[in-house]
């Protein structure tokens, strides 16, 4: 998507100001860089069933190159254990801090980003109205799909399903949309190292066919 508007598939009246644009660049940053974001990457799928949100971790990455105000662990740290500690010295720290880290996040158009995590009904609601008009290649590339799919399996429940958000526990609905939208986004039947198969068992040990909207019977019934 160009935010110029030269190849929108989006139209805006406002040349797009406030609106978040996803691109995909496998070479962007140093290797030193990349290798943060996978680290990032591995650590939270290692950790999701703990921390739910990744908490902006790789735009705040990007931001922090961008802007070169890269945070160190050292930079205005301040470690109290009793209320008299609280200084002049430590308040002027502590604000510089929280005044660095806003200005990091804000965009170059003045707005402050960030992601609307929590919802899984709307992501699928999405892929399946892009499927249903034909257009789901033309709007997703292959990058947006791969990353949809690692989000969905990053947030499945330890018994196969998913919710109706990513704290939720499972149910038929959240675990229908999500399963339909992992196969309409081209992962395979038995994919996901052996997720497909906890998702497709979730649902017929719940009643399968007979519980679940029309259009997960649909695929339910062919994969």
């Not at 110029?4 to 100001?17: M, Y």
């Not at 190159?65 to 009793?82: F, N, P, Q, T």
């Not at 892929?127 to 257009?135: F, K, N, Q, R, S």
């Amino acid at each position: 998507l160009s935010s110029e508007g030269d190849e929108e598939l989006v139209r805006s009246v406002n040349k797009h100001i406030g609106r978040q644009f996803w691109e995909f660049d496998p070479n962007l940053g140093t290797q030193q860089e990349r290798a943060q974001v996978e680290q990032a990457r591995n650590e939270f799928h290692h950790n999701r069933f703990i921390t739910n949100t990744i908490s902006d971790l790789l735009m705040r990455f990007q931001f922090e190159r961008e802007k070169g105000l890269k945070m160190k662990d050292s930079d205005y740290k301040v470690k109290m254990k009793k209320e008299e500690e609280v200084t002049e010295e430590v308040v002027e720290m502590t604000l510089k801090r929280a005044l660095r880290n806003v200005s990091m996040m804000q965009a170059d158009d003045g707005f402050w980003p960030g992601d609307y995590g929590g919802p899984l009904f709307l992501m699928p609601s999405l892929v399946i109205g892009l499927w249903v008009t034909g257009a789901l290649n033309a709007v997703l590339s292959p990058d947006h799909q791969t990353e949809m799919r690692r989000y969905l399996f990053n947030h499945q429940n330890k018994d196969g399903g998913w919710g109706l958000h990513i704290a939720g526990p499972s149910t038929m609905f959240g675990t229908a949309l999500s399963y339909v939208t992992l196969r309409l986004l081209g992962e395979e039947m038995d994919g996901g190292n052996g997720s497909m198969q906890k998702a497709r068992r979730w649902i017929l040990d719940r009643g399968g066919a007979t519980s679940i909207p029309s259009w997960g019977k649909l695929w339910l019934s062919v994969s």
